[in-house]
């Protein structure tokens, strides 16, 4: 749901984003911690910055210019101008030269997740390097602690939860390195528009390509780098395919799409225009008379519409707008669970996983969103706006949600599933809850903004003043 909270699973993006072969693998936001905690990153009273536990004690006192949270076992810190990373012993276990970069994602979004995935490290060259490009990239594992070095062309930063990650060499050919030693473990001969083929439990679907750039064969790789090969007359149109559910879209003889479960057998045979990749135990697909529905695991027609944007499901449910400003959510078996309609209403959400949906009000260019339950009773009413920087899809993480009232006070707070302002607005700027903390900041009266972070009930844990 990008732009606050009106593209969300948007299908015709979706789809652009297939046909440039899946620039995004968007994975969770929320992992485990390690057996330590969450670990925040805070500044001290002599202006440098450690880090606190979640009752707000010290465990790395103040000693680094700069860092951030913990991922995993490790934090990012900043020492003058070099960027590293430092252990829960608050010992930096690497300090990178001055020109080598870091980068952790765009937006909140934590290449491979935040306790499971990597910090990307690029550097750019003066001149060609060895490689003979002016760009080389490597990763640093938020687990195991191993910098790969500074080695290829693109290391694939939306990494799966595979422990092998795809990386480009110098012939822009993929293979596989792994996280836990940092070399190469599936040499690079595979082809991809982007960022490589990621594996999906266990499994990676993987390409090769003419001199024309045309996809000739498709191969199942596993974790070994042993490659299956498909059915005769059955390949994949594009790269990067993600396997879903144990199942992957491929293409027949007759130019249909089907799919193929990680046996490498066709389990539902190629009839469809389009597909995507299935998801909790469901596929949006596009039929040959242009219509568009969602399938299950068997193939059989779930639902039907004409518009793209509703072909979705999520939890069991979908939505169908049913008239001006009105939408019926469904159940998967067609029962009609409630209808919300209402002025402006724009847009009616699958349900979270805690059974509240999001609506869109739209008045001339200016959007909001409230919620509603599972009985079509509105807990919220439309008038809040999200963090932009926060994954999403990603909503109530911890029983609290959030929200800015841009129309009123143009201040934060944060709902909780009762749809009741459970920490009142008084907020500039929020994040959503991680572990028990949340990050905010407040303006004073002095003009000074006090920063740090609260607990659930609102209470300031730790903090200091700019």
């Excluded at 499994?203 to 070994?224: G, K, M, R, S």
């Excluded at 790269?239 to 066709?266: H, K, P, Q, R, W």
Aim: aromatic share 14%; proline share 2%; glycine share 12%.
């Amino acid at each position: 749901r990008a732009n606050g909270c009106t593209a969300g699973r948007n299908k015709e993006g979706k789809r652009m984003k297939k046909l440039l072969c899946g620039i995004l693998c968007l994975l969770m936001l929320l992992g485990c911690a390690s057996a330590e905690g969450y670990w925040y990153a805070a500044k001290g009273d002599n202006g440098l910055w450690g880090h606190i536990d979640e009752t707000g004690n010290w465990v790395i006192q103040p000693k680094f210019d700069d860092a951030s949270d913990f991922r995993g076992n490790y934090a990012w810190i900043q020492q003058g101008d070099r960027e590293g990373f430092a252990n829960r012993d608050g010992e930096i276990v690497l300090l990178l030269d001055e020109d080598v970069y870091v980068d952790s994602g765009y937006d909140g979004f934590y290449y491979g997740g935040r306790e499971t995935g990597i910090w990307l490290l690029y550097k750019k060259a003066t001149g060609k390097n060895s490689l003979g490009t002016e760009w080389l990239e490597g990763f640093f594992d938020v687990q195991s602690g191993v910098y790969s070095g500074l080695k290829w062309q693109q290391v694939r930063i939306w990494c799966s939860d595979s422990r092998l990650i795809p990386v480009a060499d110098e012939n822009w050919k993929w293979g596989y390195v792994s996280r836990d030693t940092g070399e190469m473990v599936i040499p690079a001969k595979y082809d991809s528009d982007n960022m490589g083929s990621n594996f999906y439990d266990g499994y990676a679907v993987v390409t090769f390509w003419d001199d024309d750039y045309n996809i000739v064969q498709t191969l199942l790789l596993d974790e070994t780098g042993k490659e299956y090969a498909l059915p005769e007359g059955i390949h994949e149109e594009y790269c990067d395919i993600e396997i879903g559910d144990g199942l992957f879209e491929v293409v027949g003889a007759n130019g249909l799409y089907g799919y193929c479960n990680t046996s490498g057998e066709v389990v539902i045979e190629p009839q469809f225009a389009y597909a995507f990749e299935f998801e909790d135990g469901y596929a949006e697909v596009e039929f040959t008379d242009g219509t568009y529905g969602v399938i299950d695991q068997t193939g059989k027609v779930v639902m039907r519409t004409t518009d793209t944007h509703y072909a979705d499901v999520r939890h069991g449910c979908y939505v169908l707008p049913t008239g001006e400003h009105s939408f019926t959510m469904y159940s998967v078996a067609g029962e009609e669970l409630f209808t919300l309609q209402g002025e402006n209403i724009v847009r009616l959400w699958t349900p979270e996983e805690n059974g509240l949906c999001m609506y869109v009000v739209e008045k001339g260019r200016q959007r909001r969103c409230g919620w509603v339950n599972m009985q079509g009773k509105i807990i919220s009413e439309a008038k809040w706006n999200f963090p932009d920087y926060d994954q999403t899809g990603v909503y109530f993480p911890s029983g609290l949600q959030a929200v800015y009232d841009i129309d009123g006070t143009r201040l934060a707070g944060y709902l909780n599933e009762s749809g009741e302002l459970a920490i009142p607005l008084q907020f500039s700027f929020v994040t959503q809850f991680y572990g028990k903390l949340a990050y905010v900041s407040m303006e004073q009266d002095d003009g000074t903004t006090q920063r740090g972070y609260i607990n659930q009930q609102g209470e300031w844990v730790y903090s200091w003043t700019e």
